[in-house]
């Protein structure tokens, strides 16, 4: 039986190809050059360089996190490239003008951009290595006053918006990699709803890395003014090579008075192969502000790649009345590690956050969910619901929680629940009585397992996540 | 009801099987013609479910000896999703819970995986919750049912009723029905045998492993048997179990171990 629980995890990924594109690549190592020649090839203006510099020498003063529970060999900063563009063949201002080999990689992945945009209604603000290629629906955005653009062209047309909000989440001395991010971030994504403006669509954002050994340091920035609602989905593939990637990114959201932001993702980096060789090693600091009252902040994550993920999606609840909503999926498998929750920071009355977290555990690897409910002092009022559900295929695999709760207001509300469970022969036996194949059983106690993260989802993405663990679990019970 | 022409369903010769290197059969011997109900009685621990399981194919249990036919074809050969498909259907003494999947989901992925192996037509969503909503009445069953997770906080009774929808809905040759009646009051047993008559036809067969008499008053045995010490050791008809029922299981085992010296 646990034979064929291994088979079903076992399935080679499916994305792992290399695109042939011509790369401009800064050479290895980081130093107040580099972070220099970064601001000068995307002729940045000073007060941006500024922000890098210092960002670059409060990094050196800080260590590596050493916290988590993950293991990994020592990373060498000064042995990764901190830049790396596609080399322009022309400025492109339609798709029909694109790198048709990077249009092709977006067919392998199952994502025909052009289809995809226009069947979906979805704009997609296309990620190659670090920077943008090519926006869509960028006009009709724009008739109703949304920006969304590459986080360069945001620096470049609107300035005094980047300035205002960039490190106001996440400072530039919040953490190891978010000081790295911030010293030599390439490009990413940029996002403003006006007042009172629904987003019309939802708005995508497709990351991949390329280039080989090449550290992504992705930065986004979504702002949500008074009453504006927007839905963001950031999806993720990378081609199958050996050496370990680092990939740092730093999110930052803003929701103002009666504003809402929803942030889905769906991750499935290369997770190194069976043996654990090769992967993304993904440090990633998200976090939103709910400024304002009566704002709201959805995190939806699904969590599947990458050979080691480091990820809090974040809500601080500083408006009074402000939600903070967190769902989670985190499949690990072979020999990944996943470190992830998230932090509910109540400081506004009245402020409510809901935690929903699911771990999925295969093969030899290790799953923790880790999570922070800090209720401050003038937080009357404030409430927090938590669930922390893990499920272990097979007994060579790990699963953990790490809650923590720190509670400094009496009226506050805090509840956790947890449970654990396993895709065991009784279960699997009950289903093969009525018939149904393991592998069915499988799939179908896994997508129960997650369903009430999935419904958060936007359609399309549920689809595809859904897809995503059965393919990631095919062959692993039996 | 016994009809001497019947078709055999079931041939059991001297089974024996093991658990973790315990031998819990001890070479079982059972025949069983369509349109007949057996009753297998005998204390705990006697192999009852056992017997039960490894019927229905469950991987704990290592089959060591003896044969077993189900309508003509080595049954120990199929895996236990053919087995189901075959035919052969285990009512659970526990039914195992599943969170968050829906109870109707897995029913009608149960029922068009097994329609689809007998080559019958398989039903939309739609049609498949007319037709088990059918199937529902006849064990009083609310539709609430098919929203909930799979058996998930279910009482005793509602698993049990939920068990025996699943028969109605599989329709097997043969149904072994585990200790149906335990943790059942008196109604929900009422409910429960009631159905389990009705979908009892001549053509199928029905074997209850049950610790106690009252549900053979609700579902007539043609034949009961003894079970103890993973062997049957006796076998009569619906007053072997009223005579169990007066005066234990201790004078089966005398008698079988004075036969047997």
Redesign the interface.
Known sequence: ?SAVIQNLVNQPYKHGFHTDIEADVVPKGLSEDVVRVISAKKNEPEWLLEFRLKAFRHWQTMTEPKWPNVKYPKIDFQDISYYSAPKPKATKKSMDEVDPELLRTFEKLGVPMHERAALAGVAVDVVFDSVSVTTTYKEKLAEVGIIFCSFSEAVRDHPELVKKYLGSVVPHTDNFYAALNSAVFSDGSFCYIPKGVKCPMDLSTYFRINTEETGQFERTLIVAEEGAQVSYLEGCTAPQFDTNQLHAAVVELIALDNAEIKYSTVQNWYAGDEEGKGGIYNFVTKRGLCKGVNSKISWTQVETGSAITWKYPSCVLLGDNSVGEFYSVALTNHHQQADTGTKMVHVGKNTRSRIISKGISAGLSNNSYRGLVKIGARADGARNYSQCDSMLIGDRCGAHTFPYLQVANKSATVEHEAST?KIG???L?????????TE?AVS??I??????VFIHLPMEFAVEATKLLGLKLEGSVG | MIKDNAPELLDVQGLTATVDSREILRGIDLNVRAGEVHAIMGPNGSGKSTFAKVLAGHPAYQVTGGMVRFDGADLLELSPEDRARGGVFLGFQYPVEVPGVTNGGFLRLAYNTVQAARGKEELDPLEFDDFIREKMQLLEMDPDFLERSLNAGFSGGEKKRNEILQMALLEPRLSILDETDSGLDIDALRIVANGVNQLHTSDDAIVLVTHYQRLLNYIEPDYVHVMENGRIIKTGDKRLALELEDRGYDWVAQEYRERAA
Do not use: K
């Not at chain 1, 289903?431 to 149904?436: M, N, Q, T, W």
């Not at chain 1, 997508?447 to 009430?452: C, E, M, P, S």
């Open positions: 039986m469970s022969e009784e279960q036996f009950y289903f093969s009585s009525r018939g149904i194949e069915e179908m106690i997508n129960g397992f997650v369903r009430d």
